[in-house]
């Protein structure tokens, strides 16, 4: 009987020895040649009747045992997880040990497994959260969003204004020298503080049609692009024209313009509710994120260095797609950070063991609950997805192909999550929906 004991085990690697039975290893052989045997053709005999002497003697006794062994080592390698109570995270490390006298085959499988959590308490943790509140001025300020979506621009005669949509000419400087990306003609801006570094819009306001001025305005010191946070640049502007926003009259003939409503209260009804859903959800984000801080500093976990490494792979990976998509390579990415590679990789360990300690903690949390994606779950999230991109629902699953396990581990992740949540003992508790407030 084949048999399997545990060389060395660590929070997160074991060394198993396991032992082929006499037995089992011959019923693997001969297992082996019937399959073998089947592809083979020698002169005086059928398609797959090669006795097996026969067969040994034109391929050689080895081929026999590799094949047998290719099928017996996975097998009792399963056997030994399941008798051990082992999670692999990765495929085993496998070795053939030296033949001793008497004793039957063995082979060595080193592998990385999931640590042992013994998790700390992880409901009704107290968390502070955050009211949530949606004045009269929220409530018009998105509207009258909604109205500048539908205005018009309008030539005026005056100085610009906060606000204003000009086109302007500018070139900038830093101790004289001009920068990538500070220069540009005839480019339309509106003149809002929020989208330019402090100093700009602001400098620009009170100039006419035809003028012409420097304005000095300071990068923020954790400006994205390293080589310009902190400095001061002087912007060399000339101002064309100057416009202005024309909004339509906000009545009813405006609501039933852009909406299914008929009348501003109605809408004002739904912009409400809606502008309190969006405070909801970033509320429940927040106590989730603090549920999470929490969990992370009341549990030591034993972290697999494989898990962590791979992650940081990850984390590359994203940083190299965020580059492309801003129209930059890595590379300069690299350049402007003043790191190579493998140093911008190791900058990452710390966050990387961070959510490799948060998913490990999820997933107990989620063995513990007995949480699982049901086929209910995984049909709602692939006709969600259906929706998102505007496909059928079976080319969305075939598009997703083995990706559907990473939508698994999604949904698990947000159902625990939300198990989470509504287990903790929030401060002040977390708002309800508004339809709900009604009833």
Do not use: C, W
């Not at 997933?363 to 779950?377: F, L, M, P, S």
């Amino acid at each position: 009987m084949s048999s399997s004991t545990i060389l060395k085990r660590e929070p997160t690697h074991v060394e198993l020895e396991i032992t082929i039975a006499p037995e089992a290893l011959k019923q693997a052989q001969e297992r082996a040649f019937r399959e073998l045997v089947k592809n083979v053709k020698l002169p005086g005999f059928r398609p797959g009747h090669v006795p097996r002497r026969v067969f040994e003697q034109n391929y050689g006794v080895h081929t026999i045992e590799e094949r047998a062994m290719e099928e017996i080592v996975p097998e009792l390698y399963a056997q030994a997880l399941k008798e051990h109570h082992l999670d692999p995270l990765e495929r085993p490390h496998m070795e053939l040990l030296p033949d001793e006298d008497g004793k039957p085959p063995r082979f060595k499988a080193s592998v990385e497994i999931r640590p042992e959590i013994v998790l700390s308490t992880y409901k009704g943790i107290a968390i502070e959260g955050e009211a949530v509140t949606v004045s009269d001025e929220d409530v018009d300020r998105a509207i009258e969003s909604m109205a500048k979506e539908r205005s018009t621009l309008v030539p005026v005669d005056r100085a610009a204004a906060l606000g204003d949509i000009v086109t302007i000419d500018y070139r900038g400087t830093i101790d004289g020298v001009a920068f990538d990306g500070g220069t540009a003609e005839k480019n339309v801006v509106e003149l809002l503080d929020e989208r330019f570094i402090p100093g700009f819009a602001t400098g620009i306001a009170g100039m006419s049609a035809g003028e012409s001025r420097d304005v000095e305005a300071k990068f923020p010191e954790d400006y994205a692009e390293t080589t310009l946070a902190g400095k001061t640049a002087v912007f060399a502007i000339t101002l064309h024209d100057v416009k202005e926003l024309e909004l339509p009259p906000i009545d009813d003939a405006f609501v039933a313009s852009i909406s299914d409503y008929a009348t501003v209260d109605e809408l004002k009804e739904q912009v409400r509710k809606r502008l309190h859903a969006i405070g909801r959800s970033r509320v429940r984000r927040m106590v989730g994120n603090r549920i999470m801080q929490t969990m992370l500093d009341t549990n030591d976990v034993a972290l697999p260095p494989g898990l962590v490494e791979r992650e940081m792979d990850r984390m590359i990976s994203e940083i190299e797609t965020e580059a492309e998509r801003n129209g930059a390579t890595f590379e300069d990415m690299l350049e402007r950070s003043g790191k190579t590679r493998d140093e911008l990789r190791e900058s990452l360990r710390e966050d990387a063991q961070r959510r490799v300690k948060g998913t490990l903690l999820i997933e107990a949390v989620a063995k513990a609950e007995g949480i699982v994606a049901t086929t209910a779950d995984i049909n709602a999230e692939l006709h969600a997805l259906s929706a998102r991109y505007g496909r059928p629902v079976d080319q969305v699953q075939a598009a997703l192909g083995n990706n559907i396990l990473g939508l698994m581990d999604g949904i698990v992740r947000e159902k625990t999550l939300d198990l989470l949540i509504d287990g903790a003992s929030v401060t002040p508790p977390l708002p309800v929906e508004l339809a709900e407030e009604a009833t």
